[in-house]
Each structure stands twice: as structure tokens, then as C-alpha cells.
């Protein structure tokens, strides 16, 4: 278990933690943003990191072009799939950093909570492969943050003690002769950083999780350490899912919105309350190595009404080599092992004649015209679900340019781990039920433009 926090807690830090905020950070100076709107019940409104109304304050003059936004997000994805790929093999606890823009400011998707008594508002970035909770404490060395938790402000935090088993489940404990307080420490990349374990109060819409564990940064040096707040949705035992599983079930959902719409538009439901009655659904499986990451059976891909020739072992589960097909919510645009990718994208290709095709930014299969996209059918074990145009392809800001919003996996990345990204599952209800082993997707618009 300390490994699976080790990499949990250390690899998504740099992925895609995110700064805490007060409540004004969360409306955005965007002149036709709408009033952001509440939390209720269980229900967490979600926002777009890059989209017009982000929370984080995005500066417009400063965003790269849409080129650029390719190329930066082809990047970030590269540093997911070998993130991904680090937990999915057994064994394996590294994490490349992908060079270019810095990767820790760019999560995909953040939702609002409070930590403490009285509460401190945070911004906390949601992660499905991610089992930890990290969030810089004020006086932290090092930390790039303007607005650190302040542990001396909450009556209710306390530090968890030597000898117990949530110190002993952390990643190199430690307990000094002077203390009696879990403290840790992890190097990532050219970071070192140093914890102390610890509980508080953690309040999510309308319910508050009471003795919350998660991790008080005190010190990081090196330019990977990492902003604030981290939602890990994960299945492993220090989850959110799994530390709220009297409260919630250890069931969600999520509609995650386009990066172009509005504000908090999508919603992150907890529990089993207000879940679609009908969805259609595939078996969730569990990789005994890798209990945080979402496994589903991928039986094939559909261009158009063609089933496309996909070897079976890409596709193929297996535990002991990690190979398969995970839903996640931080990597951008899905991808494919090699063959797999090449049988979709050469039939794309195919229904797509008379047109010459281009690359841009990582992206294979572009066209500087407009053309007419089949759609793509993603093939599960009892579940199908149909890609509209909207999940499929990218368009330049004008409509000239098009593109294939999917890759193959990059060189160097396990070549055997399919990942259903984040903007194949815009619009949609997307249920994830641990108890009874599943994982659902029922259409939903949640994009506000």
C-alpha cells in the first residue's frame, strides 16, 4: 500500500494538482461568464481548467494558440500515459516528466470543497487513477502557492500519530525522537518533498467527511513540486471513494463539460442517491496490482458500421502485464496502442476521400477543409457507446482545421494500456458503481456555451 500512495500521491502532483482559492477565484472575469453556481446535497458543479470561465483565472492574452494548445496538450497526455503506465505495471514507480509547458498548472477538471474549522476553501482537482489527497500547508517551503491551508486556523485538524495504520501505510514514514507525529517524505523527478500526515474535516457540497487523511506539505524543493488540491476518485484504500464508502457507497458519477463551456456547468454526483435509474453498463475489473485504476473490457471499435481489424491482443486484459483498457478523467484525448489506433484512424481515413490529409500538434489525422466525420463506436462487453462529432474531433477556433482527437500510445509508454480519455466522455453521465462492479454512460449535455 505505501508503494500504490507513494505513486498516487507523487505522480499525480505533478500531473495535475491545483491551487487553493478563495470563493472569489471561482468567477472568472470573463465578461459573458454567468454567476457560478452552487453546490447541493451531494452533487459538486465541475469546471474546465482551459475553458473561457476556468476558476484558475486563465489569461486569455496569455493562452497559447490553438497550435499551441495542441502541441501543449499532446505533451501533457505523453506525461499521463507514462504516469498511467507507472501504475499499471507492477513494479514500476517512475513518472518522465514531458517537456515544455509546466505540466502541475494544467489539470483537466476541478471542483470546489472546504477543509478545516472554520472551513478554508479549495479547489481540488478530480483524478480517477488517483487514490491520494495533497495539499500544501501554510509556511511550506518551496510550495508554489499564494493561499496554503492554514492547519493553526482549524479546530479540527490534528496530525496522525506514530504507530498507526495510516502511518504506516504512507510512503517512507517517519517519526523523529523529538515528535510523535507521522511525517514522510518522496523525491519525484528533481523535487524533494516532505509531509506530515494528517486529518481534518473535508466538506464536499452539503456533507462533510469528519477525520479526513491527506497530506500537509511542508517542504519541497525542485521545479516539480506542486500547487494545491487533489480529489483522488481511485479505488485504492486511502481514496476519497474508499475513506467516504459509509457516506457514499463507493459510487459516483460525473458529466465533465467541453473545455469551451461556461463556468461550473458539469456535475460530479457522490453516492448512490440521484444516479440514472437506466444506463446501459460494462463490468468494472480489477487489476489486484493496480486497485485504483477503472478497468473495462474493450471488445472492439466501429468506424462508420465497419468493426475495424484490431489484433485481440491489444485489446486483451491482463493483470500481470497491465495491459487493457482504463477509464481516466486527467488524460485529455484517448489513447490507443498502435494497432489499435492505426485500424481506427486508416478507416477514418478511408471514409474520408478526396481530402489530403495533415498532422498538427501529435495529431495524425487533420484536414484544412471541411469534411464529413464518420462516427466512432467504442465496444465494450455488453455496452456500446457512440462517439458524436463533439467527442471525436477538435476544430480550430475559425472551423478551418480538423482534427482526429485521438493518438496512439507514445514510444517508450506500455504498449499494451488503452486509456479512454476525458473529451470521449464530455456529455455524458458517466457512473462508476464499485459495489456492483460497473461502469455506466448515458448521454448528457452538461456543456453551457
Known amino acids: 500500500m505505501a508503494g500504490r500512495l507513494l505513486r498516487g500521491v507523487a505522480l499525480w502532483t505533478v500531473v495535475a494538482l491545483l491551487a487553493a482559492a478563495g470563493a472569489a477565484v471561482a468567477t472568472a472575469s470573463h465578461p459573458s461568464c454567468p454567476a457560478t453556481p452552487p453546490d447541493a446535497g451531494a452533487t459538486l458543479q465541475v469546471s474546465h481548467a482551459f475553458g473561457p470561465c476556468s476558476p484558475l483565472g486563465n489569461d486569455a492574452a496569455a493562452a497559447p494558440s490553438w497550435t499551441g494548445f495542441l502541441a501543449d496538450q499532446a505533451s501533457r497526455d505523453t506525461s499521463r500515459l507514462l504516469y498511467l503506465d507507472s501504475l499499471a505495471v507492477a513494479g514500476r514507480a517512475y513518472a518522465p516528466i514531458a517537456s515544455g509547458r509546466q505540466l502541475l498548472q494544467t489539470p483537466t477538471y476541478v471542483v470546489r470543497a472546504r477543509l478545516g474549522t472554520p ?39 490534528r496530525a496522525v500519530p506514530c504507530g498507526s495504520p495510516a502511518c504506516a501505510g504512507a510512503p517512507n514514514p517517519s517519526c523523529s525522537l523529538n515528535t510523535k507525529s507521522c511525517g514522510f517524505s518522496l523525491t519525484y523527478a528533481d523535487s524533494s518533498l516532505e509531509a506530515a500526515l494528517s486529518q481534518d474535516s473535508l466538506a464536499v457540497a452539503n456533507n462533510v467527511v469528519k477525520s479526513y487523511t491527506f497530506g500537509c506539505l511542508q517542504k519541497a524543493t525542485g521545479t516539480a513540486a506542486p500547487p494545491q488540491g487533489l480529489l483522488g476518485l481511485g479505488r485504492g484504500p486511502l481514496s476519497f471513494l474508499s475513506q467516504t464508502k459509509d457516506m457514499y457507497e463507493g459510487t459516483f458519477s460525473y458529466c465533465l463539460p467541453s473545455f469551451k463551456s461556461l463556468n461550473f456547468s458539469g456535475t460530479l454526483r457522490l453516492g448512490r442517491k440521484g444516479q440514472p435509474l437506466r444506463i446501459k453498463t460494462t463490468p468494472l475489473l480489477a487489476n489486484p496490482h493496480r486497485s485504483s485504476l477503472y478497468y473495462v473490457g474493450m471488445t ?42 492505426a485500424a481506427v484512424r486508416d478507416e477514418v481515413r478511408h471514409r474520408i476521400r478526396g481530402a489530403p490529409v495533415s498532422s498538427l500538434g501529435g495529431f495524425d ?41 485521438m493518438a496512439a500510445a507514445p514510444d517508450g509508454v506500455n504498449t499494451v494500456l ?14 462508476f458503481d464499485v459495489p456492483n462492479g460497473r461502469v455506466g454512460f448515458a448521454r448528457e449535455q452538461c456543456t453551457a456555451a
Open 119 to 157: 472551513p478554508q476553501q479549495l479547489l481540488l482537482a478530480v483524478d480517477t487513477s488517483n487514490d491520494a489527497a495533497w495539499i500544501p500547508c501554510s509556511g511550506c517551503a518551496g510550495c508554489p502557492t499564494a493561499s496554503p491551508f492554514n492547519p493553526a486556523a482549524s479546530t479540527s485538524y
Open 300 to 341: 472492439g471499435v466501429r468506424v462508420g458500421k465497419k468493426v475495424v481489424p484490431i489484433p485481440p491482443s491489444a485489446l486483451a486484459f491482463d493483470p500481470a502485464t497491465g495491459a487493457g483498457t482504463v477509464l481516466d478523467s486527467g488524460t485529455m484525448f484517448t489513447r490507443l496502442v498502435a494497432p489499435a489506433y
Open 365 to 405: 489525422t487533420c484536414y484544412n477543409t471541411t469534411v464529413k466525420w464518420p462516427p466512432v463506436t467504442f465496444m465494450f462487453t455488453g455496452m456500446q457507446v457512440t462517439l458524436p462529432e463533439e467527442n471525436l474531433v477538435i476544430h480550430s477556433t475559425y472551423g478551418t482545421t480538423s482534427c482526429l482527437a
Open 418 to 431: 488503452n486509456v479512454i480519455a476525458s473529451m470521449q466522455q464530455q456529455n455524458h453521465r458517466v457512473l
